[in-house]
């Protein structure tokens, strides 16, 4: 629109417009220009897929950690709006910065095609370019004053910079998780009281897997003196040298035959052989099943019942839960008729952890009751099976990532091999001798986080250094979070054997298997079955 200025009266509002025009233009001329005149501003590009374009940025003159650190690098996916959070000091290096970059987004997420940032020192180094460039990754620095472009990011670190004001390092929050109010605990401090003294007196009580899939006389579910006594009786069966020499003996030719016939395969997809193997090592240890259909079975019942365990007690049709509900009935029936098969034949004894439980008696006399007996044989199967097919699923990717690990086991048990004699197998005995393999054993399962957390339940008001658990509340004891810290393991995400060359970590650093009255049973089955994989695999194949 162009209005025409003509001096007059019938023209009033155009010589106004027309005035003001010429005063507003000449008060801008009078103002000084603080800024260099601006280029171009182009509109991002339309993402397409997450973790192609990130942006960066640090959080500085934060309170000093117990570790020493006092800054956070943030790490924010444009598209997706996850972030990664990772501790550093405020005098970090280029080079520092790079490790964090490659440890936390390369090698979880790959490489990103552009990385938004601002003008910091670090970000325009030669170092830093030459290394986005060198992995074809481009840099584009943000402009102030525009927050379209890293304003994402710095809403990010304002809130987890009022959070970390607020709360500080302790090792215990308090958060909303799963429809209740949860302390989540990641100290080796907190997660000590809360696994130990709190367990101990029942101010803690066990929060999960729901009593209806696991069994109320289950070693997970019972409480005070019952979990005492059913412990004795599992800790007997399991871990006494008798059964420990027999799981060797056991095992053994499963294992070597699951070997054999991966070779012939030539390709696996090795998370699905191990689980089949194992599942099928567990049965035979505890039931003496060897029938193929029944095991394969039974692994499909397992599976359902394992996906209602990590599902919200929902019982509706449909629901993982109620699948889950039906698939423990199932089982009640196959396990039933094997202990009243027991029962009526005694002629035929079978020596596995089923018939130890059947036929252990207390110091009063007292045998366990058929539920106790059936409570935990199903709590056996559930620890015995997928925590271990994770672990072995883990060993087989580090021994192939780590050509290094696999020729110095290699070194270390070639030598028991020409002492095994003729039936080529380990014996229990030989395990003592394994140091390296022990610390191999040590290392997979530390990564592999076999139980990343554990539950509880406040039964009872208490306090831990000044801070309140409230009775109802659910604890959830995060004890991955320890495994992968660098305040107690240097380059906590590489899978190194040699860092056991050193002391053991202080106790409630390291709690692959849970700690105190509640420490896994089982886990010198996990480990022994470990022990054989790896001297099998090493020396054969």
């Not at 801070?467 to 393991?489: A, C, E, M, T």
Request: hydrophobic content about 40%; some cysteine; glycine content about 6%.
């Amino acid at each position: 629109m162009e209005i025409e200025h003509v001096k007059g009266k019938e023209n009033v509002v155009a010589d106004a417009l027309s005035r003001q025009r010429h005063v507003v233009m000449a008060t801008l001329r009078v103002k000084v220009e603080h800024q260099h005149p601006a280029g171009l501003l182009f509109p991002h590009a339309i993402l397409e897929w997450k973790w192609d374009t990130i942006s960066m940025d640090f959080i500085v003159g934060l309170p000093t950690s117990r570790y020493h650190h006092d800054a956070i690098m943030v790490m924010v996916d444009k598209l997706m709006k996850v972030a990664h959070f990772s501790p550093v000091k405020t005098i970090y290096t280029a080079s520092a910065v790079a490790r964090v970059y490659l440890d936390e987004i390369v090698r979880l997420n790959g490489i990103p095609r552009k990385i938004i940032c601002d003008h910091d020192p670090l970000y325009t180094s030669h170092f830093w370019t030459t290394m986005q460039h060198a992995l074809g990754t481009k840099i584009n620095f943000s402009t102030t004053y525009h927050p379209e472009i890293d304003g994402q990011t710095e809403r990010v670190n304002q809130i987890l910079e009022d959070m970390l004001r607020i709360y500080g390092d302790t090792g215990v929050y308090r958060t909303h998780l799963f429809g209740s109010p949860t302390i989540i605990t990641c100290s080796p401090e907190a997660n000590r009281f809360v696994t130990g003294g709190g367990t101990e007196d029942g101010s803690l009580i066990a929060g999960w897997p729901s009593p209806q899939l696991i069994g109320t006389d289950s070693i997970s579910m019972a409480e005070g003196m019952q979990h005492k006594r059913i412990r004795r009786y599992l800790m007997e069966a399991i871990n006494s040298p008798e059964s420990l020499k027999r799981i060797f003996v056991t095992l053994q030719p499963s294992f070597k035959a699951a070997f054999n016939s991966w070779a012939l395969k030539g390709t696996i997809i090795a998370a699905d052989e191990v689980n089949e193997v194992t599942f099928s090592n567990i049965c035979g240890l505890l039931f003496s099943f060897q029938s193929a259909p029944l095991l394969k079975k039974m692994q499909n019942i397992y599976r359902g019942l394992l996906g209602g365990l990590r599902a919200q007690p929902i019982n509706l049709p449909g629901t993982a839960f109620h699948t889950a509900l039906k698939c423990r009935k199932k089982l009640n029936a196959i396990i039933l008729s094997e202990i009243h098969d027991r029962r009526l034949n005694k002629t035929s004894i079978k020596k596995d952890f089923l018939q130890n439980l059947m036929d252990s008696v207390d110091s009063k006399g007292e045998k366990l009751s058929e539920k106790e007996i059936l409570d935990n044989m199903v709590s056996l199967i559930l620890g015995g099976y997928a925590s271990t097919a994770n672990s072995i699923t883990w060993a087989l990717y580090y021994l192939a990532k780590y050509p290094r690990v696999l020729h110095k086991l290699r070194e270390e048990n070639i030598p028991i091999r020409e002492n095994e004699g003729v039936a080529k197998l380990l014996t229990y005995e030989d395990v003592k001798s394994m140091i390296y393999t022990s610390k191999v054993i040590d290392e997979v399962i530390r990564l592999a986080n076999v139980s990343s957390f554990m539950f509880r339940k406040v039964a009872r008001d208490i306090d831990f250094n000044g801070y309140i658990f409230p009775k109802g509340w659910k604890v959830i004891i995060w004890l991955r979070s320890n495994h992968v810290d660098p305040q107690y393991f240097e380059n906590p995400l590489e899978f190194n054997p040699e860092r056991w060359d050193g002391p053991r970590p202080k106790p409630g650093i390291y709690h692959v298997f849970g700690s105190g009255p509640r420490l896994c049973p089982g886990n010198n089955l996990a480990r022994m079955e470990l022990f054989m994989l790896l001297h099998h695999i090493c020396i054969d194949y």
